[in-house]
Nanobody, 119 residues
Framework: QVQLVESGGGLVQPGGSLRLSCAAS????????MDWYRQAPGNQRELVAS???????MYADVVKGRFTIARDNAKNTVYLQMTSLNFEDTAVYYC?????????????WGQGTQVTVSS
């Protein structure tokens, strides 16, 4: 059974920084893309950043230059470094990973971690 567990959310003031982590556990052969999504109240879940196994990244326009996604393939972990946070970044942040495990190839979601930007 593959699980994704996020950590690192919390309350931060505008202009502050947070680092999110998401670790995949279980019997894993390989992980392809690892992504961060977020969902604010009343909004649809949106893609924030993505990184493939080779380290190629993409970002939503609203976070370019402020957020950095990275991964450690040996630890099956993806990170999201967030800087210059503003009120609009308040949301539940979810990680997603496409995982190859014995007998399966499918996407998994983490449980979500709350990020609140407030003064």
């Amino acid at each position: 059974q593959v699980q994704l567990v996020e950590s690192g959310g919390g309350l931060v003031q505008p202009g502050g920084s947070l680092r999110l982590s998401c670790a995949a556990s279980g019997t894993i052969i390989r992980i392809n893309d690892m992504d961060w999504y977020r969902q604010a109240p009343g909004n649809q879940r949106e893609l924030v950043a993505s990184i493939n196994r080779d380290g190629k990244t993409m970002y939503a326009d609203v976070v370019k230059g402020r957020f950095t996604i990275a991964r450690d393939n040996a630890k099956n972990t993806v990170y999201l470094q967030m800087t210059s946070l503003n009120f609009e970044d308040t949301a539940v942040y979810y990680c997603y990973a496409f995982v190859f495990a014995p007998g399966s190839a499918r996407g998994y979601w983490g449980q979500g971690t709350q990020v609140t930007v407030s003064s």
